[in-house]
């Protein structure tokens, strides 16, 4: 017998919180997990070329890849942030309008981001650090991942956010989940079997277009069979302007953040490159091998933000700080547990990616240094997700404004200065610390001001 599919009243408001935070975070968590693999899936297949150049090509691509990533959340997270409290007042026509508004907007988005990324790659790729041994790589990556790719990576994105905010982090995670299942397979069939040598960077951007194409078609698909909570018409009217506001006040902070965040790592790769293709290419796998805990640690707190927005909606406090303390606790013994494993095994890890003598050497280098910041860089990202839970978008938007713009880009500089290649990869873990400090200061502050419950 069919297991009866639970409403977003039941999870958001009637289950445990345990119980709640597990049914939503278990399949975000999964899927940030896929995306993970599916992005290592890349570089690894790339890494059994034992072409440094190649890796280094594919791998300087990440900030712009993540780029899109931030559009989409745009207008997913805003959206996807306001939603549920929506449904809270039970106001699921314009929750309707919401959505719609925000899946127009990311699909007019996505292609205006392909059309310049096309007219402005060389400069993009330079400003990268792609250099003469890398940028016919890099290119032929951008040309299918990011050009003929951008919508349906973005709308992907938009997508799964939202699907979220209707309790349906299930389907998300199935979306996300089967394009990186997806891009596993491919990227060995068109790098080896269907492609001649010489194409494997070719192969691998053919193998992403197609995995992340099919995600967006899922994910499209369930909106149009599962309408139960907010029956989604595409050609909706805009949703009431103040509503249309709150996506921006939320959704814009957010990207700023992340848009902010790929801005450090240019910086990271074009510094890198300084020391010539090999420290690039170490860094590149590093930024990559790293991210286990930064993707659980998303996962955890993508997870959040509707459980939040919705008890914050009625002023259920109690409920809000429960949600606060569950995850906080879990991302917490993840970041160790994560910790743990990269300082004991750096070596068996980098060599996964690439077996070349001086990149292995430099990328385990790099790695126990990197991961030293995991606790910290989630508890960074814990607090900006609650204030997107909140709505107030602001606090996101000053928070990321310090620990980027104002911290970490800076030491990175400065760090270099006094520690050299290895200044880059510690200016991660004291510029966080600093905005630890600061936001739970703010956090407890803000605290203060709640009701008791």
């Not at 942030?81 to 106001?91: E, Q, T």
């Not at 007019?108 to 400069?123: D, E, G, H, Q």
């Not at 993840?334 to 990328?363: D, K």
């Not at 606790?375 to 814990?382: R, T």
């Amino acid at each position: 017998m069919m297991k009866k599919r639970l409403t977003s009243e039941e999870i958001f408001k009637t289950m445990t919180v345990p119980q709640a935070v597990r049914t939503m975070a278990v399949p975000a968590v999964m899927s940030q997990l896929i995306v993970l693999i599916y992005n290592l899936a890349d570089t690894y297949f790339i890494g059994q070329t034992n072409n440094p150049y190649m890796v280094a090509g594919v791998s300087l691509i990440l900030p712009l890849f993540n780029v899109s990533l931030a559009i989409g959340s745009m207008f997913g997270v805003g959206g996807g942030a306001l939603i549920p409290k929506l449904l809270a007042v039970d106001d699921r026509e314009e929750g309707s309008r919401v959505a719609a508004y925000c899946i127009r907007l990311g699909l007019l988005v996505a292609f205006a981001f392909s059309v310049l990324v096309l007219l402005f790659m060389r400069p993009l790729l330079s400003l990268l650090g792609a250099g003469p041994n890398t940028y016919a790589y890099s290119r032929t990556y951008v040309l299918m991942v990011l050009v003929a790719g951008g919508i349906p990576t973005i709308t992907a994105n938009v997508l799964s956010n939202l699907l979220r905010s209707l309790s349906l982090s299930r389907e998300a995670g199935i979306g996300v989940a089967l394009g990186g299942v997806l891009n596993i397979f491919l990227d060995p069939l068109f790098m080896f079997v269907l492609l001649p040598p010489g194409n494997e960077v070719l192969g691998v951007g053919i193998a992403t277009f197609l995995s992340n194409v099919v995600s967006c078609l899922y994910c499209l698909a369930v909106f149009c069979r599962r309408q139960r909570e907010i029956p989604v018409n595409f050609l909706a009217p805009s949703p009431e302007v103040q509503n249309r506001s709150l996506i921006f006040t939320v959704g814009i902070p957010g990207t700023v953040g992340a848009l902010l965040f790929d801005l450090d790592y240019m910086v990271l790769d074009k510094l890198a490159a300084g020391y010539g293709d090999i420290a690039l290419a170490a860094i590149g796998i590093v930024l990559k091998a790293e991210r286990f805990p930064q993707q659980v640690g998303i996962g955890l707190c993508q997870s959040m933000v509707p459980l939040v927005a919705y008890s914050w909606a009625l002023k259920d406090y109690k409920r809000v700080k429960e949600i606060m303390a569950c995850i906080l606790k879990t991302g917490a013994v993840i970041a160790v547990v994560s910790i743990v494993l990269y300082e004991l095994f750096p070596g068996q890890i980098i060599r996964f990616f690439i077996a070349e003598p001086e990149t292995l050497l430099i990328g385990t280098n790099f790695l126990r240094i990197r991961s030293m910041a995991a606790v910290i860089m989630f508890f960074c990202f814990f607090v900006v997700f609650l204030f997107q839970g909140f709505g107030i978008g602001k606090v996101s938007f000053w928070l990321a404004m310090l620990r980027w713009a104002v911290l970490n880009i800076p030491m990175l500089f400065i760090l270099r200065h006094f520690l050299g290649m290895y200044g880059l990869v510690w200016s991660q873990f004291i510029s966080d610390l600093t905005t630890v400090v600061i936001s739970y200061l703010y956090l407890w502050r803000y605290m203060k001001t709640w009701e008791a419950q």
